[in-house]
């Protein structure tokens, strides 16, 4: 079983929808949550910073961590096309090494 | 603008041949790292280093060395190219403490024939 488990998509909606994309972990010592965000041809960029549980709120984009059901969630209100690309999450128990998930594919559709 | 630089965006190699994958950071990071980037397998970890000449294995370090001799630079040595090697090859960096932020590079597209 992966430590960090990611539903690969590919995901494809239409613009003005909201977008759900989410992690699962099996590792109950991580703290630190974080999605990325991988443009075509690119690197990935860090896009929401989480530590511990709650959630985060930056612009069109919400970030969600339960740790006692071990699930994060990213959250798109109001997605664009330029908010295709693949997202990433990553997670670490602190100053370690981020474990990544597979990483999932989304399609805004004009 | 912070920046992670690597050499070459994309290789052909055959199969046995050495191949230096580098990469420099601007940012006087202490942390850098390499990763590779497969479909349905996200990025794994192949080495880690945490200051200069220093070097950690990841979760997949077989078939691969690093060398770090000056603090900005991390370079990925295959010592052996073959064909289970054809990857998207990330470098990545960053400060030392805490879990912050990791910049990475454009990525190299490595493919051996």
């Known amino acids: 079983q992966k430590e960090v488990e990611q539903d690969p998509g590919p995901l494809s909606v239409p613009e003005g929808a909201i977008v759900s994309l989410n992690c699962t972990y099996s590792n109950s010592a991580f703290q630190y949550f974080m999605w990325y965000r991988q443009y075509s041809r690119k690197g990935p960029e860090l896009l929401m910073y989480t530590y511990s549980s709650g959630n985060k709120e930056d612009g069109r984009f919400t970030a969600q961590v339960d740790k006692s059901s071990k699930y994060i969630s990213l959250f798109i209100r109001d997605s664009q096309p330029s908010d295709s690309a693949t997202y990433l999450c990553?997670?670490?128990?602190?100053?370690?090494?981020?474990?990544f998930g597979q990483g999932t594919r989304l399609t805004i559709n004009p | 603008d912070v920046k992670v630089t690597q050499s070459s965006r994309y290789l052909v190699k055959r199969t046995g041949e050495k191949v230096f994958l580098e990469c420099v950071q601007d940012?006087?990071?202490?942390?850098m790292f390499w990763y590779r980037q497969d479909p349905g397998l996200g990025l794994r970890l192949i080495y880690f280093?945490?200051?200069?000449?220093?070097?950690e294995k990841g979760d997949i370090p077989e078939g691969y060395s690093v060398s770090r001799e000056k603090k900005e630079r991390f370079s990925l040595i295959l010592e052996s190219a073959s064909t289970n090697q054809t990857s998207m090859y990330l470098c990545?960096?960053?400060?030392?403490?805490?879990?912050?932020?990791?910049?990475f590079g454009e990525g190299s597209r490595l493919t051996v024939l």
């Open positions: 990545a960096s960053r400060m030392s403490g805490g879990a912050g932020e990791l910049f």
């Open positions: 280093s945490y200051d200069v000449k220093m070097k």
């Open positions: 940012m006087d990071h202490e942390n």
């Open positions: 990553a997670m670490s128990e602190g100053a370690q090494k981020l474990v």
